[in-house]
């Protein structure tokens, strides 16, 4: 590959992982006034739309589901837990484990956001036709990186 070929590559304009970066703070960046009004941070909503689907989970399946380590992770939840969204106990089966539930006042957090997807998606200015191509590729580079 020539030099010229080389020093283009490295253009950080041709970088898809900063793309990617650049990108995903933009749409937490949407995201962030509307859940501001509700008390939320963005990593707290992707833990409560992990909890919406699964009303209960360990906090290793929760740290898989989001990506996130448990140094990450634990200061969140007991933040979470002190403001009552949900409760952290240690498993009745397994001691190590500790497992998170919602509250009702976590489930009720649930009708507040209903319009955060779309508002995010209308401002993108993509068709949703558009933001599901994206979103497929995205999970396939995901998942092609992980291996």
């Not at 009004?37 to 833990?47: E, H, M, S, V």
Request: charged share 30%; aromatic share 6%.
């Amino acid at each position: 590959m020539s030099h010229d070929k080389q020093e283009e590559m490295l253009r950080l304009d041709n970088q898809l992982c900063f793309a990617v970066y650049a990108s995903a703070k933009a749409i937490v960046g949407a995201y962030r006034t509307e859940l501001e009004k509700i008390g939320l941070t963005y990593t707290q909503y992707i833990a409560l739309l992990a909890l919406w689907e699964k009303e209960e989970m360990t906090l290793k399946e929760l740290g898989r589901r989001l990506f996130l380590d448990s140094g990450t992770l634990t200061p969140m939840l007991k933040k979470m837990a002190a403001a009552g969204l949900l409760t952290r106990l240690r498993s009745t089966t397994d001691e190590r484990n500790m497992v998170v539930r919602l509250t009702e006042q976590g489930r009720a957090l649930k009708s507040k956001v209903y319009s955060l997807p779309e508002q995010t998606l209308c401002a993108s200015k993509l068709s949703l036709e558009e933001a599901v191509q994206l979103r497929e590729q995205l999970k396939r580079l995901l998942h092609a990186l992980q291996e």
